[in-house]
């Protein structure tokens, strides 16, 4: 079985300072992880992806990620947001040894203040 | 990049009605597509899954025979709502899995959604 959290439901952070959105996640085999963001009104852009190797992992618009196995944790971090960040963010993991479909997390909407 | 097309990006029709929502992939060949609802307070909920050339398989809960999909090519598949009740009105979301990737990768293009509202 696979699931996937993002505890919350909203974050709020000021343009040019550091943000993070959580994620964890729970899976039996070996975990797949992405992070996916939706505009208003649009479908889900693929930002970044974790299978194997570093555990920092880069996507687009200079946004990362940090695997941790332990906490089994995938948090979406950026050094430094803009007002144009805002949106709803979604992360997705699948179960290396089970099915190929992603399960999505409930979504999290960053509102970037200028 | 990989793209799909989802249309119409808004439709308004009458209780009763059928509505057809294409979803394309305009620059690969997707195996699988996912027809996704996502609901007013963000949550993505997936409908079905279909891949080409056979019957597409409905998640628990979605009724096959009120939305219809079809995966007909590599590149199409089409859902459509059958006899829509105010209650069907949402936003829906394509996506495909690119067929040249691996199972592992795994990477997900979607759709810009169609808003469909039931009057």
């Given amino acids: 079985a696979q699931s996937v959290a993002q505890p919350e439901d909203q974050v709020n952070v000021a343009e040019g300072n550091p943000l993070t959105v959580k994620c964890t996640y729970s899976v039996s085999g070996n975990p797949y992880l992405f992070w996916y963001v939706q505009y208003p009104n649009r479908g889900l852009q693929f930002l970044l992806k974790y299978i194997t190797g570093d555990n920092l992992v880069k996507g687009s618009y200079g946004f990362e990620a940090e695997f941790n196995k332990s906490q089994t944790s995938f948090h979406l971090k950026k050094p430094s947001a803009l007002v144009s960040d805002s949106a709803l963010y979604f992360c997705a993991v699948r179960d290396g040894g089970g099915s190929y479909i992603p399960t999505f997390g409930r979504g999290t909407s960053l509102i970037v203040h200028p | ?119």
């Fill in chain 2, 1 to 119: 990049g990989a793209v799909v097309s989802q249309h119409p990006s808004r439709v308004i029709c009458k209780s009763g009605t059928s509505v057809k929502i294409e979803c394309r992939s305009l620059d690969f060949q997707a195996t699988t597509m996912f027809w996704y609802r996502q609901f007013p307070k963000k949550s993505l909920m997936l409908m079905a899954t279909s891949n080409e050339g056979s019957k597409a398989t409905y998640e628990q809960g979605v009724e096959k025979d009120k939305f219809l999909i079809n995966h007909a090519s590599l590149t199409l598949s089409t859902l459509t709502v059958t006899s829509a009740h105010p209650e069907d009105s949402s936003f829906y979301i394509c996506s495909a899995r690119d067929k040249a990737s691996g199972l592992w990768e795994n990477i997900q293009y979607f759709g810009a959604g169609t808003r469909l509202s039931v009057l």
